[in-house]
T-cell receptor, first 115, second 114 residues
Framework: AQSVTQPDIHITVSEGASLELRCNYSYGATPYLFWYVQSPGQGLQLLLKYFSGDTLVQGIKGFEAEFKRSQSSFNLRKPSVHWSDAAEYFCAVGSYGGSQGNLIFGKGTKLSVKP | NAGVTQTPKFQVLKTGQSMTLQCAQDMNHEYMSWYRQDPGMGLRLIHYSVGAGITDQGEVPNGYNVSRSTTEDFPLRLLSAAPSQTSVYFC?????????????FGQGTRLTVV
């Protein structure tokens, strides 16, 4: 079955430190992968997406993610975290519909930023 | 562009009451969907629509109805509210059902059933 796993429920990093949020997926075909961010009380905003080509993709707000087929991973990274990055981050894989629709989400990783 | 607009932002219902959560998009998107978000559960799909007049069930459809009479609107109806339906509800839309289109989300409706 198709699924997305975000192993870390909550991560705390210091402002200025680097960040890596993990995402593993299970999908039979070539995956289409997304990272969304949700600020408190807000909807979800797309950070970046991978469809094909270069396995390192750049997104908004200085984020990047690397697709590794051999590890079934799509980890999100940022070299230097800002206090405004505190939010919840969701990894998602595109699917061909069915009961989960065309996006299957992980359960999210909440990021806290220490001053 | 307003994008995806959800109303209301907050709602408190009594058990057994019915209500409709509104969702409208002005991007001429054909695909629209409703999710509920619960702590530790991520987003779970309730219902979705691939175009006007076409709807289908998602992962957690029980207790909810939808209709899609126009491209722009996709209301979600709670037939008889239960405390288990206390959640944050998100409407999303995308240009098509194909995989390479971004989903746009509304700001959410926080529903409490007492």
């Amino acid at each position: 079955a198709q699924s997305v796993t975000q192993p870390d429920i909550h991560i705390t990093v210091s402002e200025g430190a680097s960040l890596e949020l993990r995402c593993n997926y299970s999908y039979g075909a070539t995956p289409y992968l997304f990272w969304y961010v949700q600020s408190p009380g807000q909807g979800l905003q797309l950070l970046l997406k991978y469809f094909s080509g270069d396995t390192l993709v750049q997104g908004i707000k200085g984020f990047e993610a690397e697709f590794k087929r051999s590890q079934s991973s799509f980890n999100l990274r940022k070299p230097s975290v800002h206090w405004s990055d505190a939010a919840e981050y969701f990894c998602a894989v595109g699917s061909y519909g069915g009961s989960q629709g065309n996006l299957i989400f992980g359960k999210g990783t909440k990021l806290s930023v220490k001053p | 562009n307003a994008g995806v607009t959800q109303t209301p932002k907050f709602q408190v219902l009594k058990t057994g009451q019915s209500m409709t959560l509104q969702c409208a998009q002005d991007m001429n998107h054909e695909y629209m969907s409703w999710y509920r978000q619960d702590p530790g559960m991520g987003l779970r799909l309730i219902h979705y629509s691939v175009g006007a007049g076409i709807t289908d069930q998602g992962e957690v459809p029980n207790g909810y109805n939808v209709s899609r009479s126009t491209t722009e609107d996709f209301p979600l109806r709670l037939l008889s509210a239960a405390p288990s339906q206390t959640s944050v509800y998100f409407c999303a839309s995308s240009y098509s059902i194909t995989l390479n289109t971004e989903a746009f989300f509304g700001q959410g409706t926080r529903l409490t059933v007492v």
